[in-house]
T-cell receptor
Framework: NAGVTQTPKFQVLKTGQSMTLQCAQDMNHEYMSWYRQDPGMGLRLIHY???????DQGEVPNGYNVSRSTTEDFPLRLLSAAPSQTSVYFC??????????????FGEGSWLTVV | GQNIDQPTEMTATEGAIVQINCTYQ??????LFWYQQHAGEAPTFLSYNVLDGLEEKGRFSSFLSRSKGYSYLLLKELQMKDSASYLCAAPPRGFQKLVFGTGTRLLVSP
């Protein structure tokens, strides 16, 4: 009964370090996405993927990379961490994408602090 | 742009009814979602409206008017556990991604 699993839950980084947030889902969903959530800004889409091998940019993609080599995994890479990337990150997946009205399942969130 | 607007914060009393409004650009979106998010947790699905009208699901109902670009979430018989943020979200027409409003923080007091 795993659903969407993302790790780590908490991470502190120094400015300039790189790291990868892992996300995996076991529901065979085609659509996966990464959001960040900041106070007063709501959830903002970073990158999304409509299937293995296909990714696209969301609203705030700068400073982040993604890849989708398998249906299950959708890691988010911070190339050179900056304090502005301090945020809560949510990975999400859905069966057929937002247009179908399918429920989106979120991971538990990753709290990232860049000092 | 793709704008979704909702009030920042609302307060209500246990047992009361509260309506949380959400407005969006009429030319942009197909249907509208509502999500609930407790502090420190992930959002969870509440409802999805693609046709005009009211959809009831227990204590929660959601309404959509596509011509007016307007939706609301109605919470009845409020309980303390309903204190949370309520997010409305919609997919821009032709896109498989979801755009979220900033969320409405609801505080339920005894």
């Amino acid at each position: 009964n795993a659903g969407v699993t993302q790790t780590p839950k908490f991470q502190v980084l120094k400015t300039g370090q790189s790291m990868t947030l892992q996300c995996a889902q076991d529901m065979n969903h085609e659509y996966m996405s990464w959001y960040r959530q900041d106070p007063g800004m709501g959830l903002r889409l970073i990158h999304y993927s409509v299937g293995a091998g296909i990714t696209d940019q969301g609203e705030v993609p700068n400073g982040y990379n993604v890849s989708r080599s398998t249906t299950e995994d959708f890691p988010l890479r911070l190339l050179s961490a900056a304090p502005s990337q301090t945020s809560v990150y949510f990975c999400a997946s859905t069966e057929q994408g937002a247009l179908s009205g399918n429920t989106i399942y979120f991971g538990e969130g990753s709290w990232l602090t860049v000092v | 742009g793709q704008n979704i607007d909702q009030p920042t914060e609302m307060t209500a009393t246990e047992g009361a009814i509260v309506q949380i409004n959400c407005t969006y650009q009429t030319s942009g979106f197909n249907g509208l979602f509502w999500y609930q998010q407790h502090a420190g947790e992930a959002p969870t699905f509440l409802s999805y409206n693609v046709l005009d009208g009211l959809e009831e699901k227990g204590r929660f109902s959601s309404f959509l008017s596509r011509s007016k670009g307007y939706s609301y979430l109605l919470l009845k018989e409020l309980q303390m556990k309903d204190s949370a943020s309520y997010l409305c979200a919609a997919p821009p027409r032709g896109f498989q991604k979801l755009v979220f409003g900033t969320g409405t923080r609801l505080l339920v007091s005894p």
